[in-house]
């Protein structure tokens, strides 16, 4: 077997010349590194990262669905009650014009009876007078003449027989036989004191007339039109609406004071997209003006970061003579926070100079849940079914949930390394107060659907009045646009 006769002396100098040089990591070395380093981009997918807008989309989606099945419906509705009144109407019109026909072809309870009575009537009528007819022939008989006639003027003339008085059923006095007078029973008039002429009372209606009365009567009631009473609009309306808005801030001006901690603002890091919803009720005052309030709930999570910058000099040195800590002030949208973190050198043997530059980068996580009742006044413009609404006016805002956290903290001083878990930092959180005003104001328009519902966008902006903590420091505000849409039912 061949001996390796390779000796390298040249990598064991190497090695152990630079033994003495070595030093171990940190154990916190790799954590502050990952957190240094950039996020990484979500690998999930763009549909799921747009996840608030599949969720808007599909609120509008149904709510176009049932105002679309709602307006179908009440068309088709319209549409079967106006058959039905055409129908009602004719039937109507035939029962008045032809109450014989209406009579003979209805199917009401009893037409058969009333038919054969009618006829039986009609017949008894062809072949003699009623009782009334013969009462009033028999009064004829005996009452003299008032008039002069051809035979009391002119005794000579032949004797003609007098037209039965006509009445009002010609078939019946048609077949009314007729009445030779008696001239033995005629006596002639003075012509000199002449009666005024009485007119013959007309005979009764006959017997089946009235039958067929109750016939029609019977046949108005059976297609009589049913009327709904007319009832006047309440003016008061109920909405239900999205309003899908972005957020930019408004930054506060800072002003240094000696001696005091330094001031920092947490800026959002990107433009945050996130939705309010509302239950709305209002109430109208006359043609063009009304009112408006409501109920609107808003849950926002804002991720925002600030620099804090100090010298070495600025941090007070711990009990251990290596630990610093460095004390300031941060305003957030929700409040103001007294924060304190702690940093030791990397290397403690190696002494850093008092003007050593110390940077941080801290990452924190607001959450706010807010309860927002407005107060508006409401112009509409326009008539038919489109009309330009305008809104203006104050929001109540009342804070139901309002916290704070540290999620991130970084060095950029690679000589300088941050403490890790509870006793890194320290950080006190004051509210502003669970209540402020604020403003809107929005131009848009609403089509009505139907009578009970209409459906509107509003393109709106609003935003927060100048804000204060506790200590009477200004804060940061918001301006938001968005577009308010929804669907509102009047009663």
């Known amino acids: 077997m061949e001996k390796d006769t390779h000796d390298d002396h040249l990598d064991q100098y190497v090695r152990k010349s630079f033994e003495q040089y070595e030093e171990n990591p940190a154990p916190d070395m790799w954590t502050r590194i990952q957190s240094a380093l950039p996020t990484a981009p979500s690998h999930r997918p763009t549909w799921l990262r747009n996840r608030h807008w599949l969720v808007m989309a599909g609120v509008v989606l149904l709510l176009a669905a049932l105002v679309g099945e709602h307006y179908y419906y009440e068309r088709l509705i319209r549409n079967i009650q106006n058959q039905h009144l055409k129908e009602q109407a004719t039937a109507i019109e035939n029962a008045t014009k032809n109450p014989d026909t209406a009579t003979e072809t209805s199917s009401l309870p009893g037409s058969s009876e009333m038919r054969a009575s009618a006829k039986q009537h009609r017949g008894k009528a062809t072949n003699e007078p009623s009782t009334t007819q013969r009462e009033n022939m028999r009064r004829r008989e005996k009452r003299p003449s008032q008039t002069p006639n051809a035979h009391s003027m002119n005794p000579d003339a032949p004797i003609t027989k007098e037209p039965a008085p006509t009445s009002l059923f010609s078939e019946t006095s048609k077949n009314v036989e007729q009445i030779t007078l008696n001239t033995s029973q005629i006596t002639p008039l003075s012509p000199l004191a002449p009666e005024p002429v009485k007119v013959p009372a007309l005979d009764p209606l006959p017997a089946a007339m009235p039958m067929l009365e109750v016939a029609a009567h019977r046949a108005r009631a059976e297609v009589s039109i049913p009327i709904k009473p007319f009832r006047a609009p309440s003016g008061w309306h109920l909405g239900l609406h999205v309003m899908p808005y972005t957020i930019l801030e408004q930054d506060v001006e800072i002003s240094p004071v000696p001696g005091t901690r330094p001031v920092f603002i947490s800026r959002q890091e990107s433009a945050d997209f996130a939705a309010d919803w509302w239950l709305s009720i209002g109430k109208k005052i006359n043609s063009r003006w009304s009112v408006e309030t409501g109920l609107g709930f808003r849950s926002m999570t804002r991720k925002a970061t600030h620099t804090p910058r100090f010298r070495l000099s600025q941090g007070n040195l711990g009990p251990s003579g290596q630990v ?168």
């Open 324 to 491: 610093r800590q460095f004390n300031y002030d941060l305003r957030v949208y929700g409040g103001s926070a007294n924060v304190t973190l702690r940093m030791e050198p990397v290397n403690p043997s190696a002494p850093l100079p008092d003007n050593e530059r110390v940077a941080l980068r801290v990452t924190t996580t607001e959450t706010l849940q807010i309860l927002r009742v407005p107060a508006l006044a409401v112009c509409r413009i326009g008539q038919g079914r489109w009309q330009a609404v305008a809104k203006a006016g104050l929001v109540g805002n009342f804070i139901l949930k309002n916290q704070l956290d540290v999620t991130a903290r970084a060095s950029q001083n690679v000589r300088l390394r941050l403490l890790q878990g509870n006793n890194g930092y320290n950080m006190q959180y004051q509210t502003a107060g669970s209540f402020f005003l604020g403003y809107w104001a929005s131009l848009g328009s609403e089509f009505r659907l139907a009578r009970h519902l209409g459906l509107f966008a509003d393109p709106a902006l609003s935003g927060d009045f100048s804000r204060k903590d506790a200590a009477d420091r200004s804060l940061p505000g918001q301006i938001i646009f968005g577009l308010n849409t929804g669907a509102r039912f009047y009663f």
